[in-house]
């Protein structure tokens, strides 16, 4: 069996492992229970992807993010490492085919939704595995204190009962002690496990919040006084596209990013700011997660963020190079009073929950007791329009609807096309020698993508369109659907629609688990969060940094010394040093020594080396404006005394 060094090393090219990857790696392949605790980019990822390898069976990770998930997949098979993921837009046949490939021992990763952990199917084919490790990323989904809770990540400890003895790796980049706490506690953590907590701490981001009447000048004057590269946060879809335009309209390349737009414009818009084509990306918050960028030297939010969990791992994309970075906030009093607004639209009542999931019901004409399963194309206006909900109410529904694991609702860029080959390579060989008219596009299948024999894979029928030289990506898809037919491979097309799917057979509306208390609680957790956010924002005192890491449990003595309100108190500091220096020399003339006994507290601690050079610092910009002089025998002349 390999070592973890030896692992990184052979798959990642690193010669070290970044500080406490290490500990919780050796940890969980020691078969302790551990939780890991690493701030946005802190290299949570390798803390499972690497025991994985080095352990002997199936490593399952369960992730909300099904992006991410795909993501990761697919970067773990460009390097030979075979992982898979189940999503919800997989048909049973596909569904099927990779569970069977993770029973036979040909999968090393196998990445799910919580929700699967309630599919029979999975986890009777879950029984069958030999599973080496379960890895829970964004553990703290699973704490109704948390950030971003879902219901669904309940189940996860419970499959502890069909693992004995199997490790689980919790990992998250945002928990408070009580979230923290949850976890373990949620997990069924067994006795003697551990907790890696990696500082919080960023010293080379500077955090800035400014109330501006006209955000956009500032934008502009914050990006032409910080050069590299930037992301631009707002609120909604519409604004992407509105700031970008700005930004490019006074010389500086920006692309948009939103969740709602076709797979190739949000990959040619991520590829351009990834490579350096463009330097800003203007984008909701559903750009992010997973993009490893580290020369980012400015996060700006043009709206008040959710939460602070959230404004934490988004302002951290800045700066993971190590280099001085900056993350700011530029607000007005109505982005303030929005976040209020947002709160009411993401936790409506109850009632209108139910109302919604019955309507769903009835417009896509599915019967309680069926449906398990089914994708409908989503038109929220027309449903809107039908039953009189208001969008942002009914949007907020359907968002706590999907966390109780009742309905699904991918985003287009994540229902990307599927491809899996069904024959084997030599019996592909054989079919390209006596199918030349396919045999190129074959070819280039098996080199864009790997892990096409064991599972499905997504794939772009525009990038495999590019490589084999054809102008229309058209063709490519009806050689593909031919290939299908000839049951040469299983393709799968995207839908170019929004998509609707309804995760379990329809219940009745009054059958719904949803617990006034457990509701409460949630909306006042949320509020709670909201209110800290506020909080954050309205700061004129104290450090920034600071306040970020109290509420992440992280308590701090120091200040950042980087933030806006520390450059403010050290300026005003250096405003009454300087003061305190012209009203020593106007009583009389003085060698440095004579002046810094006199302008330091007479307690001890102004002997400190650290207030001395602030009193050198303040002179030298005194005399560099000529209020000061420096006679003979180094003696310190105020040019106001008499």
């Known amino acids: 069996m390999a070592s973890p060094l030896e692992v990184l090393k052979k798959y990642w090219g690193y010669d070290t492992f970044r500080p406490l990857q290490e500990d919780v790696i050796t940890s969980i392949i020691s078969g302790v229970d551990t939780l890991a605790l690493f701030p946005t980019g802190g290299g949570k990822s390798l803390c499972y992807q690497i025991p994985a390898l080095c352990m002997d069976g199936i490593c399952v990770v369960v992730s909300p993010l099904i992006a991410l998930m795909k993501d990761q997949t697919q970067h773990l098979n460009d390097k030979g490492i075979r992982a898979v993921c189940l999503t919800s837009d997989m048909n049973h046949r596909q569904f099927e085919l990779v569970l069977n490939n993770c029973v036979s021992g040909r999968i090393k990763l196998l990445y799910v939704s919580p929700e699967r952990l309630k599919n029979m199917t999975f986890l009777s084919h879950l029984r069958q595995m030999k599973v080496s490790m379960v890895a829970v990323d964004e553990a703290h989904c699973i704490s109704q204190w948390g950030y971003d809770f879902r219901p669904a990540y309940l189940d996860v400890g419970k499959i502890r009962s069909l693992l004995p003895g199997v490790p689980m790796l919790a990992l998250t980049a945002t928990a408070t002690p009580i979230v923290e706490e949850d976890v373990c506690r949620l997990l069924f953590f067994r006795k003697g496990f551990r907790v890696f ?42 604004h992407t596209s509105e700031v970008a335009s700005f930004l490019r309209g006074h010389g500086i390349s920006a692309a948009h990013y939103h969740a709602g737009m076709e797979a190739r414009d949000r990959d040619r818009a991520q590829l351009a700011w990834t490579s350096g084509q463009c330097r800003v990306i203007v984008a909701t918050n559903a750009f ?70 019955r309507a769903l019901g009835n417009f896509y004409q599915v019967p ?58 030599q019996e592909v060989y054989l079919f390209q020698m006596q199918n030349v008219k396919y045999g190129d596009l074959l070819t280039v299948l098996m080199r864009l993508y790997g892990g096409l024999y064991s599972s499905f894979v997504p794939i772009s029928e525009r990038k495999i369109a590019t490589r084999c030289h054809v102008p229309d990506e058209n063709r490519i898809v009806r050689m593909l659907q031919h290939l299908d037919a000839l049951k040469v491979i299983s393709y799968k097309q995207k839908s170019i629609k929004p998509q609707l799917i309804f995760t379990q057979s329809r219940i009745n509306d009054a059958d719904m688990m949803l617990s006034d208390d457990v509701y409460a609680n949630q909306l006042d957790a949320a509020r709670k969060r909201v209110n800290a956010m506020k909080d954050y924002v309205a700061m004129s005192e104290g450090c920034r940094s600071r306040f970020l890491l109290d509420y992440l449990g992280e308590k701090s003595d120091s200040r950042c010394g980087a933030c806006d309100l520390c450059i403010a108190d050290r300026k005003q500091s250096m405003l009454s040093l300087q003061e305190r220096i012209v009203g020593a020399l106007k009583s009389s003339d003085m060698v440095l020594e004579s002046l810094v006994s006199a302008v330091l507290p007479a307690d001890g601690v102004g002997e400190s080396i650290m207030e001395e050079k602030e009193v050198v610092q303040a002179l030298r910009q005194l005399m560099d404006r000529g209020e000061v002089t420096q006679l003979s025998d180094f003696v310190l002349h105020y040019k106001g005394a008499r």
């Open 197 to 238: 907590r990696a500082s919080f701490a960023r010293e080379n981001l500077s955090y800035v919040v400014s109330k501006e009447a006209d955000k956009f000048t500032r934008l502009l004057k914050m990006l032409n006084g910080v050069p590299g590269s930037a992301i631009v946060y707002v609120r909604n879809r519409r």
């Open 368 to 425: 309680i007791g069926s449906g398990d399963g089914r994708s409908f194309d989503f038109d929220m206006e027309k449903i809107c329009n039908t039953y009189g909900f208001k969008v942002p109410e009914f949007y907020g529904a359907l968002r706590l609807l999907e966390r109780e694991g009742l309905i699904s609702m991918p985003d287009r860029n994540e229902a990307e096309s599927m491809v899996n080959i069904l024959l084997t390579p």
């Open 288 to 357: 992010g997660m997973g993009i490893d960028k580290s020369d980012v030297r400015l996060v700006v939010h043009l709206d008040v963020p959710s939460s602070v969990e959230a404004y934490y791992q988004e302002a951290g994309r800045a700066g993971r190079d190590g280099r001085r970075s900056f993350a700011a906030i530029l607000y007005t009093d109505d982005d303030v009073a929005y976040t209020d607004v947002a709160l009411s639209n993401n936790y409506p009542p109850i009632s209108q929950i139910r109302s919604v999931y």
